[in-house]
């Protein structure tokens, strides 16, 4: 089974500053990636996803991923974040029809 | 469109009691997941029906937990008894096919906050 891993749970930066948030996966065969975003009061939506191509994936408010195969990793980044960017963030991966996600990671943006 | 509907969305119940929640997915989506979420934690996967058939319930502990999905549409998830761990978030999602090696997209309902006491 797969198992996903998310590091640094609690990330605390100021507007504009750079985010960059790991995702590391285990697991052999064939997998989609996604990042799932939850702001306050709000349900689980999708960020982005890879299925296949071009490594590098951009999603909705300026957020972009890196696929890189030979390290089983799915890196978020933002180059410039925004108080609205407070969430928090989970990457899953689906692989043999099932999606397992990491422990997320809570991000706070200060004005 | 509208989204997956999810209720109630806070049960408070103690230990040893039953509670039951329900699931609306999206019109036209044919899979439904079922997903536990506790405190700290991502989620889960419970229990993945596709239609009226259940695909995966490998992670559903069926000593207290049942699910059904009568009709392909909506669905139950039932706690008989709950336990003090049984305390999270029980968030349904629904994607168009959900078959194997799918790239369908779950999408989230707003989740039912359970916790007993």
């Known amino acids: 089974a797969q198992s996903v891993s998310q590091h640094n749970h609690h990330v605390i930066l100021s507007e504009a500053a750079s985010l960059e948030l790991g995702c590391n996966y285990s697991?052999?065969?064939?997998?989609?990636l996604f990042w799932y975003v939850q702001y306050p009061g709000q349900h689980l939506q999708l960020l982005l996803k890879?299925?296949?191509?071009?490594?590098l994936v951009k999603g909705i408010k300026g957020f972009e991923a890196e696929f890189i195969k030979s390290k089983f990793s799915f890196n978020l980044r933002k180059p410039s974040v925004q108080w609205s960017d407070t969430a928090e963030y989970f990457c899953a991966v689906n692989g043999n029809n099932r999606l397992a996600f990491g422990k997320g990671n809570q991000v706070v943006v200060i004005p | 469109e509208a989204g997956v509907a999810q209720s109630p969305r806070y049960k408070i119940i103690e230990k040893r009691q039953s509670v039951a929640f329900w699931c609306n997915p999206i019109s036209g989506h044919a899979t439904l997941y079922w997903y536990q979420q506790i405190l700290g934690q991502g989620p889960k996967l419970l229990i993945q029906f596709q239609n009226n058939g259940v695909v995966d319930d490998s992670q559903l502990p069926k000593d207290r937990f049942s699910a059904e999905r009568l009709k392909g549409v909506d669905s139950t998830l039932k706690i008989q008894p709950a336990k003090l761990e049984d305390s999270a978030v029980y968030l349904c999602?629904?994607?168009?096919?959900?078959?194997?090696?799918?790239?369908?997209?779950?999408?989230f309902g707003p989740g039912t906050r359970l916790t007993v006491l």
């Open positions: 697991y052999g065969g064939t997998v989609n």
């Open positions: 999602a629904s994607s168009y096919s959900g078959t194997a090696g799918s790239t369908d997209t779950q999408y």
């Open positions: 890879y299925f296949s191509g071009d490594p």
